[in-house]
């Protein structure tokens, strides 16, 4: 049994990583953290959790937990993943890994060196429907994969106005925003189909130099994208095109992703409209023929609920596995630094012009 301490439990991890974690056999969680003691009881009484704390230093260092999970804001995830290092726990880490690709490439080199598990939570790579999508690729049901394209919906990122508790995502140095984010999500699905991106050309436009903040008069400044778009080639050579356009919200749509091959094209949907690509399940079609993915591809319990919790409980699967087999899980800290470098490329792209290689 795994014993899991959650930090930041009140807020995302409360709607995806507690109902993921308390779902499989192979974990326990054992304390949560908030910025409050109240809150924190809150959300231990409502998951039947023994310890609450509102100290994180508290939570990192009781006996009790032998993994810590990292669901703060991006800005504040290095100062609780490095006191989870110094303690030697293993950790799973909210995306983004850092606030940029320099402070990734830190965490990396620290866990690295504490010798521990570790993982980022870029759930896509364990989404049932990009895994079937994938292999279908590697079957050569559509042919040679000749191009990719994908659009996809931001909001609540990009938009006119923004909620209040996202406002401080409209400072680039906060690392949460449609390109980090957004984008940095979409992206991780696409590349679990098609495979990774080598080179990119993109711009990162901003149509609102002032954002309205939902529910009052007031207007705040914003430094932040609104959109995202690129062009690439993937290590198989075939072309990518990506848009992530965003919006005030709700989604309407959720994505379109079109794999063109040199036989035939693969399109797939959200199952449910509005969802995003890492989110839930997809309606599949190759041609006009629909495609059932079959169940060996979802492996989590029936009682992890739809949506973001059951490609959540799946990577976990992957984090314990890779404990009992003292190896590092996928995607791990360093898969979360080629995808910060690949963020990187793309903000540098857009700053000069120039099509940026991805190593």
Known sequence: MIRVGVVGASGWADSSHLPALTALEEFEVTGVATTNQTSADRVAAAHGIRHAFADTGELIAHPEVDLVVVSVKASGHAAVIKAALAA???????WPLGVDADEAGELTEAATAADVVHAV???????????FA?????????????????????????????W???VFGLDPSEGTNILTIMAGHFLAALE?????????????????????????QQTVPNATPSHVLLHGRLTSGATASVTVHGGNGPARYGFRLELVGSDATLT???????????????DIRIGDEALTMPVTYRTVPDSVQAGPPANIAALYQEVARAIAEARQPHPSFETALRHHRLLAAIEQSAADGIVRYIS
Request: glycine residues 14%; aromatic residues 4%; without cysteine.
């Open 88 to 94: 030697g726990k293993h950790v799973v880490s909210e």
């Open 121 to 131: 939570v870029l759930q896509g790579h364990h989404s049932p429907s990009a895994r």
């Open 134 to 162: 994938a292999d279908l690729l590697a079957d050569g049901r559509i042919g040679t994969l000749e191009s990719v394209a994908l659009v996809a919906e931001g909001a609540p990122w990009g938009g006119g106005r923004i």
């Open 164 to 166: 209040p508790n996202l």
């Open 192 to 216: 679990r189909v098609a495979g990774p991106l080598t080179e990119v050309s993109a711009r990162l436009p901003r149509t609102h130099d002032r954002v309205l903040v939902a529910g009052t």
């Open 268 to 282: 797939a949907t959200p199952a449910q409209p509005g969802t995003f690509i890492h989110w839930g399940d997809w």
